[in-house]
T-cell receptor, first 113, second 113 residues
Framework: EDQVTQSPEALRLQEGESSSLNCSYT??????LFWYRQDPGKGPEFLFT???AGEEKEKERLKATLTKKESFLHITAPKPEDSATYLC??????????????FGAGTTVTVRA | SAVISQKPSRDICQRGTSLTIQCQVD?????MFWYRQQPGQSLTLIAT?????????ESGFVIDKFPISRPNLTFSTLTVSNMSPEDSSIYLC??????????FGEGSRLTVL
């Protein structure tokens, strides 16, 4: 069974204080790893898809990287509006015929001005 | 990305009653997914709804408790039957994008008293 573990559970940052979130995964062949942002009371918002080890994606102050066992979401010089819960999800290889996403529990990031 | 509308956005229900959640998508999609997000936890897939066929339920979820309809390619409903306080959750409708990512509605927050 696919497993996704995110750490830390919560992260409190000062504005401008860069940090990283971790997502470690166990899956029988990775088709894709997905990062989402979820604001309170809202549905998750898609951020990135990573497909293979060594791949990187960037969006504003966020950069996602992928290895064979884990992914990192780096937040550079965060602002209060980056406060949210960040979710990681994995999708197994199409060959396994299991297309659904398995989600981690998320990391709640709070950025103080 | 698809625009997904869910109704109701929130509701307070009495134990033993049932509630139907509606999900409307602005484009035709083959598969629609229903997720549950219990307080403080991550997303758990309830079932996959294909138009013209019975929904496929994940382990731990049964049709009698969570009947799903999928009458056309842009609409689906999820009913939470005979509710108990343990059913208090956010229920999310989602559709998949071109590269495996999911797009979510805003969610329906149910509180069962």
């Amino acid at each position: 069974e696919d497993q996704v573990t995110q750490s830390p559970e919560a992260l409190r940052l000062q504005e401008g204080e860069s940090s990283s979130l971790n997502c470690s995964y166990t899956v029988s062949g990775l088709r894709g790893l997905f990062w989402y942002r979820q604001d309170p009371g809202k549905g998750p918002e898609f951020l990135f898809t990573l497909y293979s080890a060594g791949e990187e994606k960037e969006k504003e102050r966020l950069k996602a990287t992928l290895t064979k066992k884990e992914s990192f979401l780096h937040i550079t010089a965060p602002k209060p509006e980056d406060s949210a819960t960040y979710l990681c999800a994995v999708q197994a290889d199409w060959a396994s015929n299991d297309y659904k996403l398995s989600f981690g529990a998320g990391t709640t990031v709070t950025v103080r001005a | 990305s698809a625009v997904i509308s869910q109704k109701p956005s929130r509701d307070i229900c009495q134990r033993g009653t049932s509630l139907t959640i509606q999900c409307q998508v602005d484009s035709q999609v083959t598969m629609m997914f229903w997720y549950r997000q219990q307080p403080g936890q991550s997303l758990t897939l309830i079932a996959t709804a294909n138009q013209g066929s019975e929904a496929t339920y994940e382990s731990g979820f049964v049709i009698d408790k969570f009947p799903i309809s999928r009458p056309n390619l842009t609409f689906s409903t999820l009913t939470v039957s005979n509710m108990s306080p343990e059913d208090s959750s956010i229920y999310l409708c989602s559709v998949d994008g071109d590269t495996g990512e999911l797009f979510f509605g805003e969610g329906s927050r149910l509180t069962v008293l």
